[in-house]
């Protein structure tokens, strides 16, 4: 019988609420179609989709993250400034379509604010510069007698948006994007653009752009901007069609913040830096399937994907101390957890992880001990693009668990990644009892390659709860599910 043992007095850290974040990118329908679709009876009178923003509520998220992306390489935001009407329809060479320019700063901060979120916004560090970039902060931030706060308030917004976070570029070491830079260059110039961002607003927080945690151009960058910056970007997608491949390839988030951290604090002993650095891990997801912009990247989502996605909540848990942003990409249509259409919506299988662990998930972060079978990938398993076969054998259940500040309130989040079997399970508290009753969320299907569709969901979230007395008790695990515990302590 596999055993979960958690003592109450253990504590990794604390688990910050932006790792629920999102992201919006200019790229097929996330955002025209998805978030914005003028003039569809399901919009509202400033062009929201008020389905799209119901279920965005149903997620949670404390951040979001826009413009992107790789669009963001090639995107001047004075083009989606003032009357709509007056906007330049652009071509638009990141994914090759034209942009309308009809959702810009202003329609995204009304979003957040809708939403009750905090805007993350990514400047243009590809065909921008840094004026540009300086300009924009004053005209988000400014609060002066200055051409760009005044030209926002001309455009209708007397006080400041007070945009917190602001990111560096995007995905600059990619031949892919948009002015591509070599490590060294890119750090040449992201100090500059720094510079002038903050001393514009001495408040904000800046993101620097980072690959995968683990290459060089990460460790150049982090050392680079390490007196500048306040957070090292991760962007990390990992699946494939084999199912263990899939639900263990998350674990290569493992080794990238095991090894960023490294890296930031080598660099803050090196430079004598006091200022925190931490991670923003700002794209992460399951893609591999529709990865072209003919498919528009509208990735349909498995059961398997769904615990994929769970596993990495998991990781982000467990690496609390070093992970405190986390943006999932995307929120609408485009690898993502709602996929609409012009009469409808429905939720994807990653809809339910993404949507449990933003509601239960709390802000201690405990160290579970897990005794379970173990499983192995072999190198062939272990796909594209982030092999983690080396890191094996790894637990069939991948468990978090968390409590509220009393440790009167715990939750865990087990994933048991076996698509066949059921895992009998023992959960102990050590100095501690269940008072009784515990609420069990279960996101499970009939089938590892079970997908949701308009009018068809295979997979959704079910609730009931189990009699939990004592120090410890029984709890089943279905093969392929995600499962929610959530349960009352007493010492």
Same mark, same amino acid.
Request: charge should be negative; glycine fraction near 8%; proline fraction near 4%.
């Given at each position: 019988?596999?055993?979960?043992?958690?003592?109450?007095?253990?504590?990794?850290?604390?688990?910050?609420?932006?790792?629920?974040?999102?992201?919006?990118?200019?790229?097929? $329908?996330?955002?025209?179609?998805?978030?914005?679709?003028?003039?569809?009876?399901?919009?509202?009178?400033?062009?929201?989709? $008020?389905?799209?923003?119901?279920?965005?509520?149903?997620?949670?998220?404390?951040?979001?993250?826009?413009?992107?992306?790789?669009?963001?390489?090639?995107?001047?935001? @004075?083009?989606?400034?003032?009357?709509?009407?007056?906007?330049?329809?652009?071509?638009?060479?990141?994914?090759?379509?034209?942009?309308?320019?009809?959702?810009?700063?202003?329609?995204?901060?009304?979003?957040?604010?809708?939403?009750?979120?905090?805007? %993350?916004?990514?400047?243009?560090?590809? +065909?921008?510069?840094?004026?540009?970039?300086?300009?924009?902060? #004053?005209?988000?931030?400014?609060?002066?007698?200055?051409?760009?706060?005044?030209?926002?308030?001309?455009?209708?917004? #007397?006080?400041?948006?007070?945009?917190? %976070?602001?990111?560096?570029?995007?995905?600059?070491?990619?031949?892919?994007?948009?002015?591509?830079?070599?490590?060294?260059?890119?750090?040449?110039?992201?100090?500059?653009?720094?510079?002038?961002?903050?001393?514009?607003?001495?408040?904000?927080?800046?993101?620097?752009?980072?690959?995968?945690?683990?290459?060089?151009?990460?460790?150049?960058?982090?050392?680079?901007?390490?007196?500048?910056?306040?957070?090292?970007?991760?962007?990390?997608?990992?699946?494939?069609?084999?199912?263990?491949?899939?639900?263990?390839?998350?674990?290569?988030?493992?080794?990238?913040?095991? +090894?960023?951290?490294?890296?930031?604090?080598?660099?803050? %002993?090196?430079?004598?830096?006091?200022?925190?650095?931490?991670?923003?891990?700002?794209?992460?997801?399951?893609?591999?399937?529709?990865?072209?912009?003919?498919?528009?990247?509208?990735?349909?989502?498995?059961?398997?994907?769904?615990? !994929?996605?769970?596993?990495?909540?998991?990781?982000? !848990?467990?690496?609390?101390?070093?992970?405190?942003?986390?943006?999932?990409?995307?929120?609408?249509?485009?690898?993502?957890?709602?996929?609409?259409?012009?009469?409808?919506?429905?939720?994807?299988?990653?809809?339910?992880?993404?949507?449990?662990?933003?509601?239960?998930?709390?802000?201690?972060?405990?160290?579970?001990?897990?005794?379970?079978?173990?499983?192995?990938?072999?190198?062939?398993?272990?796909?594209?693009?982030?092999?983690?076969?080396?890191?094996?054998?790894?637990?069939?259940?991948?468990?978090?668990?968390?409590?509220?500040?009393?440790?009167?309130?715990?939750?865990?989040?087990?994933?048991?990644?076996?698509?066949?079997?059921?895992?009998?399970?023992?959960?102990?508290? +050590?100095?501690?009892?269940?008072?009784?009753?515990?609420?069990?969320?279960?996101?499970?299907?009939?089938?590892? +390659?079970?997908?949701?569709?308009?009018?068809? #969901?295979?997979?959704?979230?079910?609730?009931? @709860?189990?009699? !939990?007395?004592?120090?410890?008790? #029984?709890?089943?695990?279905?093969?392929?599910?995600?499962?929610?515990?959530?349960?009352?302590?007493?010492?």
């Amino acid at each position: 019988m596999a055993k979960i043992k958690i003592d109450p007095e253990r504590k990794v850290g604390e688990l910050d609420r932006r790792v629920f974040g999102g992201f919006i990118e200019h790229l097929g $329908r996330c955002i025209y179609g998805g978030v914005f679709d003028e003039g569809s009876p399901l919009s509202d009178e400033r062009g929201f989709r $008020r389905d799209v923003l119901e279920a965005a509520k149903g997620l949670r998220m404390p951040i979001l993250r826009w413009p992107g992306g790789n669009f963001v390489s090639g995107y001047h935001w @004075t083009d989606g400034i003032g009357p709509r009407e007056e906007r330049p329809r652009k071509t638009e060479l990141a994914w090759f379509s034209e942009e309308s320019n009809r959702f810009g700063t202003h329609e995204f901060i009304e979003y957040c604010r809708t939403l009750d979120v905090e805007p %993350y916004i990514c400047v243009n560090m590809g +065909t921008g510069t840094m004026d540009e970039a300086q300009g924009w902060v #004053e005209y988000c931030n400014g609060t002066g007698d200055t051409y760009w706060a005044n030209l926002r308030r001309a455009n209708g917004q #007397e006080e400041p948006f007070n945009v917190k %976070y602001w990111g560096l570029g995007n995905e600059m070491y990619g031949d892919w994007q948009i002015g591509a830079l070599s490590a060294e260059e890119y750090v040449k110039k992201a100090r500059e653009f720094a510079k002038v961002m903050r001393w514009t607003d001495p408040s904000i927080e800046l993101i620097g752009c980072g690959l995968s945690g683990v290459t060089d151009w990460d460790r150049v960058v982090v050392e680079g901007l390490a007196p500048f910056v306040d957070y090292h970007s991760v962007h990390i997608y990992t699946g494939s069609d084999d199912h263990w491949s899939n639900v263990l390839a998350p674990h290569a988030a493992d080794r990238a913040l095991r +090894t960023v951290r490294s890296m930031i604090e080598r660099a803050r %002993y090196e430079q004598g830096i006091e200022h925190p650095i931490h991670v923003a891990y700002d794209e992460w997801n399951v893609w591999f399937r529709a990865r072209t912009a003919e498919t528009k990247l509208e990735e349909r989502y498995n059961l398997s994907d769904a615990l !994929a996605v769970a596993t990495y909540l998991n990781v982000f !848990a467990r690496h609390c101390e070093t992970v405190k942003i986390a943006n999932l990409a995307q929120m609408v249509n485009v690898i993502a957890p709602i996929f609409t259409n012009k009469e409808d919506l429905f939720l994807q299988t990653i809809y339910h992880p993404l949507k449990l662990c933003a509601e239960h998930m709390q802000e201690v972060v405990l160290d579970a001990h897990v005794v379970c079978e173990k499983h192995d990938l072999t190198v062939e398993e272990s796909t594209w693009p982030h092999r983690v076969a080396d890191m094996g054998p790894f637990d069939v259940l991948d468990v978090s668990a968390t409590c509220d500040g009393s440790g009167r309130d715990l939750t865990l989040v087990v994933v048991n990644r076996d698509p066949d079997n059921s895992v009998q399970t023992t959960v102990q508290l +050590t100095d501690a009892a269940f008072d009784g009753t515990v609420t069990v969320h279960e996101v499970t299907g009939d089938d590892p +390659t079970a997908t949701n569709d308009f009018g068809k #969901e295979r997979v959704d979230a079910s609730e009931r @709860t189990v009699d !939990a007395g004592g120090a410890d008790f #029984e709890h089943t695990f279905p093969a392929c599910s995600v499962t929610v515990l959530r349960a009352g302590l007493r010492g």
